[in-house]
């Protein structure tokens, strides 16, 4: 990679935020990250950015790396009280990770925009790279599972991904824009775009559905890359392949590739899934067959590493 | 006191608090008590009623003995986060407490009023008695200090009560009713009215400057009785007597009594300024003389005796 080039990586939560955390590493400022904000929510009268938040703590060293999400350090004294006092209490929010939330919400109120704030939260916390969401309009996932609409949070979180689900829907999207401060935050062409290992379906496609999002990464002119999530035919967190299967799509990185055609010109596969690597290739899409499970930082910057080698060579063709 | 008979009780913060807990162990729900709500405001986007909070957790016998504020076992990660992430922390929110804030902003912004979110929190917190803001209009005390015009809050916490003050004014007083709800909240006369031994300029004429609340005492044809805050000279805890010097009164029951003249009937005035009965009663005041240090619920249960004693005998007469 050239010096000064920059990289582009879409992102939804924990997946997606080990990988960022990992392209930081190596880039710094000259990452952008551009994340789902489709899972946002408003609960007890606070703005939630579940994926945001994941990010941003992921990437300023401060997550829960035990628990998954969240802050390190956490203490649950306000959900202890809540629940006390007859409050929703299926959502958890941790005393520390309200800060976040009161201070977003107010800012908000006050007329801010969802990528002023997030500016603001990231400096406060430390962050090196640019996150950014996907758009300041309100787009939201409903999810469709027997003739019921679910909003996301009550899927993903209340429900714990039980219901069958049926369709997925962006409430919003048509009539959202792509982020401006997203198109302008680096001048020229970036060395890659990477669509890091997030649920493709509840992560990704919220963020391909904005009108004009994919034609402004194609105009980029980079070579795109996406990581698989799904490895051995399962997701390593989340529900992504109970979901692909529950859509009748086939549970694999060649599932992966299949989702992600027409758009992408190569995809990180898994060593365990090296079997895949022809039939992939048949499609059109380039393939690196690589160690995909992130557990340490190590394994984080590696795969960075890896995908950003990838892109070079894809750019070199 | 006869079988269903009721008494109002006026209170602020803390000195209130801990008789309106002594009548509440009398009374149950035969206790109105009429709260000010002037030293509310709005803080990170939350709306916070210290005095409503302070009645209701000491009545709920969850209040902080220990901190005279705020609740028992509270922890501090949200305001220890807040700090390390630039918010303003001047305002010490407990996290159990945010439960409260957070769950009463929610409600306030879906429409409902104070008086319902005050009854829907005294409810879960398992309160007796029966707690209704002082109006659910709003009334803000300000500090006149040096030509500065200093928002209730500012001057109490922020500044520490440190700015000499010259006026105090309620804003938007005399835009507000009394509260319908506490007029209607017992039918006939209640036994006594009790002002509570809170801030007589800060806590209770709040109270009283909102249009036909004197008048609404004085129509219930009831003792009116009010405890001095101030004694030997000083206060018990807050800036009562510091405010009273400054705004030239003389700092003690008598000047209590001075204040309150032409509306209540007597006052009770602490066993060290016994020599002030005479003088009191001169100015057609009717004085009882206890102990009106509360420092154990005992004292809090025998000073409440002895108020609804004297009500008695006021009302004999």
Known sequence: MKQGQWVLALAGGVGGAKLAFGLQHLLRRQLVVAVNTADDFEHLGLHISPDLDTVMYTLAGVSNKIQGWGLEGETWSFMDQIGRIGGPSWFKLGDRDLATHVLRTQRLADGASLTSVTRELCA????????????DSLVRTVVGSEDQKIPFQEYFV????????ETIEFYGAKFASVNEELKRAKPGKP??????PS????????????PGFRDWLKSLGAPLIAVSPIVSGMAIKGP?????????YEVS?????????????????DSSDGHLQEEIEERGVAVRVENTIMKSDADRIGLAEKCLAFGSSLAAR
Chains 1, 2 share one sequence.
């Open 124 to 135: 406060s916390y430390g962050v090196a790279a640019n996150i950014l969401p996907m758009t």
């Open 158 to 165: 209340r429900l714990a991904c039980e219901p069958v689900v």
């Open 191 to 196: 060395a890659a775009i990477i669509f890091c």
């Open 199 to 210: 649920n493709p379906y509840l992560s990704i496609d919220p963020i391909l559905s904005i």
């Open 240 to 248: 992504a392949a109970k979901i692909m299967r529950e859509l009748g």
């Open 253 to 269: 990185a060649l599932g992966v590739a299949e989702h992600y055609r027409g758009l992408i010109d190569g995809i990180v596969i």
